[in-house]
């Protein structure tokens, strides 16, 4: 049994999507503030919190103008039906995935209402929805329309009387038909489904003046586990060895001070004390091995000579792994302790990168399933663990080193024209990326993994030729950037470059595409004297030996010249340009690639000369082969700067910087008040 997919409606910014999970784990990358968090506060609500609620401004910002629908159509008398239809819900949908054949289903019977033998999922419904009756209370007491002048009090009312009014369902659903539905509760998805967070921020800062015990609090929890009746028998009984040695202590500790006290009593007789009735005075010591590792029981590191060494003096991320791996260790002994064992466990990871080197965030996320491994063979005789595992990172170390079918981007983008309003898209890279061929999709993991590319937490890609870009690129984008006084700047906006040659560009049209990444690609024009001919300079051409402006164009041959006249409509597709060489003035010469280009956009500076548009771009060529390129890309990139882009990049980056807006931080109601300060802390996820 697993949890197969996820919906959700109108949570923040996951207004309405579907996550597919994998069966061992899946990886959820994206932006910042792009939903990620949210996945797992609104599982956590609906799921681990018995008091579970939700707050005005948990709601997708397009939901406040449905509250405005739903009040305009209670004034206007409408039936309570219709105007609970218009009022906005928060839902989570869990999709199980199990065997029909399997005679005992445990407690997923409870969900399972269809009666088609074939169907091999159950459906769970959990709804924050206006309660029965409430609607009339809901919008009690307001203005009878809202106008520019009563929207600010309609709002804080419909904050301060959701808490009371909305409340939690829970029901079974058939699949194939909504109307056959059975009701539930939050206690039967809690018997059903176990959930487990490891949060961001662990507690593990770096502090001198106090001592942080965070893995001695996590000791306490394996202990407890471990109490347990129904825990495993080899850990309880280290469990009451550890309580036996603690009840020894007692008693030499009561023994000891009864007979120190018995010494001192006569002390206190002279003055008249006992006293009345003879009272005597006795000690009894009282030990709790729960409070001994709570407040007395410390992590520490051995040290040289027999030192021990404080939990805080070890370093962070060796801190923070220990963590994790203690917090893993602590959910699979609380699985096995109860009685009644959960068909599915989930356990989310957040951010594990924190602190830690980048090999060792590889390593991470290549093991975390060699450790389920490993603790589940300490139960051979039992069943697995039924273990599914959701790490949201912004590490292209962890992204990359996971396996490329178990990505889940999380992309915001606008709702509408003005860009006032967003909302997050689920990319699933497994079924997104389904028609892309095997060894493309082989190759775009293979390339990922070996460059480390941030490609999944960009604004912007470009995509370069060599390295003579690559180390040029950076003064070429502050050049524009100083030159365009009033337009948007790329400097400020999150770009990621990657140099992945003609032969390979095209490779990628499919996963930016996908990932909807606004790309320029620059590349040369590779002239050839024909389709496997010699190189040559561009009026001599009749073929391109490149592979990415062959696939761009498709057909062939395509003829160096008549790519010269391609509209930049034609360079266009989507979110992605092509950049190639071009004339820097009209009819004049046209290099073949990025270091002649380079040449002739410089002439002046490097006395390229000729007659001609062809003799200068034949003397601009025969100069730039002169050139070492690693040598001639650090001069003109460190040593000497003043220098013009050649206009293909120039217009390419100018294109680039255009068209990007920054989503909004944290969405919130127009202009209502803030409940509380607690409210407030919760809102501030994204």
Known sequence: MKLNRVQIKNFRLLRDVELFLESETSVIVGRNNSGKTSLSEVIRRFTSDKNATFYLQDFSTECYEEFCAAFKAEREGKEESEIRTLLPIIELRLFFRYNPAQPRLGPLGEFIVDLDMACDEALVVMRFEPMDGAINRLFDGLPEEITDATRKLFFREIAARIHNLYGIKVWAEDPNDASNRKESSQAAVRTLLKTGFINAQRGLDDITTKESDVLAKVLEGLFNNASLDTADEKERKIAEQLEEAVRTIQETIDSDFRSQLQQLLPTLQTFGYPGLGGSVLTTETSLDVHRLLTNHTKIRYEGDSGVLLPESYNGLGMRNLIFILLQIVSFYREFRAQAHAPGVHIVFIEEPEAHLHPQMQEVFIRQIGAIVEKLNKEHEKDPEWPVQFLVSTHSSHIANEAHFESIRYFLPSPANDRSTIWNTKIKDLRRGMSSTKPEDKKFLHQYLTLTRCDLFFADKAILIEGTSE?????????????????????????????????????????????????????????????????????????????????????????????????????????????????????????????????LLANGAKFGVSGDTPEALAGDALAKAETFKKSAFALQYAIDDTDWNIPKYINDGLAWLARGFVAPPTVPVPPEATVVSEDIAEESAND
């Open 470 to 598: 690559r180390l040029m690129l950076p003064i070429m984008i502050k050049k524009r950037d100083k030159a365009d006084t009033s337009g948007p700047k790329l400097r400020s906006q999150y770009l990621t470059i990657m140099e992945v040659g003609g032969a390979y560009a095209h490779k990628f049209f499919d996963l930016l595409n996908f990932l909807e990444l606004q790309t320029l690609i620059v590349t040369d024009l590779d002239p050839v004297t024909d389709v496997g001919g010699k190189k040559c300079l561009v009026h001599e051409a009749n073929a391109t030996s490149n592979a990415c402006i062959n696939s761009w164009f498709g057909g062939g041959p395509n003829v160096p010249n008549d790519l010269l006249e391609k509209s930049d409509e034609e360079q266009i597709r989507g979110r992605i340009r092509i950049a190639y060489q071009c004339r820097e003035v009209n009819d004049g010469p046209c290099g073949r690639t990025f270091e002649d280009a380079f």
